[in-house]
């Protein structure tokens, strides 16, 4: 009902997730992805943006998470200190590339990971994010996505290849 459908297979959803944010919702997010990932022993999450659904939505179905730092690739941000995990991303809505950046301090072997994100569209972004999952050796238990956009192609693409 609240959504908005913009041009380029945008759906607008600023006034209850991406901007105004309604809390209880959130809340039920988060419940029901602890609910689906019950028995996992997800220590923590990770999200390319860092503010979306942090405390609400994924954050209850772990202690600890991850934002990642977003960047064009020439400015790494002078508060991700020490030495990164960098993965590129290429964005559905901006059609730009950006570098999405972890510190290596905070994901390691034995971690165990669950992805989340408001949208899922041609999956670029969360290939991203597995990717740097990978690269540090921690595990990544699956993915938690808010909405997905059934009609196009990432959901079916990262299925096959066996992400959750
Ligand atoms: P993907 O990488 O799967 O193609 O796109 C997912 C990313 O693009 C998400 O992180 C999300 O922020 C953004 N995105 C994709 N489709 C939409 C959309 O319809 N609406 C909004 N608001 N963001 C989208």
């Given at each position: 009902?609240?959504?908005?459908?913009?041009?380029?297979?945008?759906?607008?959803?600023?006034?209850?997730?991406n901007?105004?944010?309604?809390?209880?919702l959130?809340?039920?997010?988060?419940?029901?992805?602890?609910?689906?990932?019950?028995?996992?022993?997800?220590?923590?999450?990770?999200?390319?943006?860092?503010?979306?659904?942090?405390?609400?939505?994924?954050?209850?179905?772990?202690?600890?998470?991850?934002?990642?730092?977003?960047?064009?690739?020439?400015?790494?941000?002078?508060?991700l200190?020490?030495?990164?995990?960098?993965?590129?991303?290429?964005?559905?809505?901006?059609?730009?590339?950006?570098?999405?950046?972890?510190?290596?301090?905070?994901?390691?072997?034995?971690?165990r990971?669950?992805?989340?994100?408001?949208?899922?569209?041609?999956?670029?972004?969360?290939?991203?994010?597995?990717?740097?999952?990978?690269?540090?050796?921690?595990?990544?238990?699956?993915?938690?996505?808010?909405?997905?956009?059934?009609?196009?192609?990432?959901?079916?693409?990262?299925?096959?290849?066996?992400?959750?």
């Amino acid at each position: 009902k609240d959504g908005k459908v913009k041009e380029g297979n945008v759906l607008k959803v600023d006034s209850f997730l991406n901007h105004q944010m309604d809390i209880r919702l959130l809340d039920e997010i988060g419940k029901e992805f602890r609910r689906r990932f019950a028995g996992e022993k997800i220590n923590k999450t990770f999200d390319h943006r860092g503010i979306r659904h942090r405390h609400r939505g994924g954050g209850s179905a772990a202690h600890l998470t991850i934002a990642g730092g977003l960047c064009k690739k020439e400015q790494v941000p002078k508060n991700l200190d020490g030495e990164l995990y960098t993965a590129q991303v290429t964005s559905f809505t901006r059609g730009t590339t950006f570098d999405v950046q972890v510190s290596k301090k905070y994901l390691q072997p034995g971690d165990r990971v669950l992805i989340i994100d408001d949208f899922l569209a041609k999956g670029q972004a969360l290939l991203g994010l597995l990717d740097i999952v990978a690269q540090s050796g921690a595990e990544a238990v699956g993915c938690g996505i808010v909405i997905e956009k059934g009609f196009q192609e990432g959901g079916k693409m990262l299925r096959e290849r066996g992400v959750r």
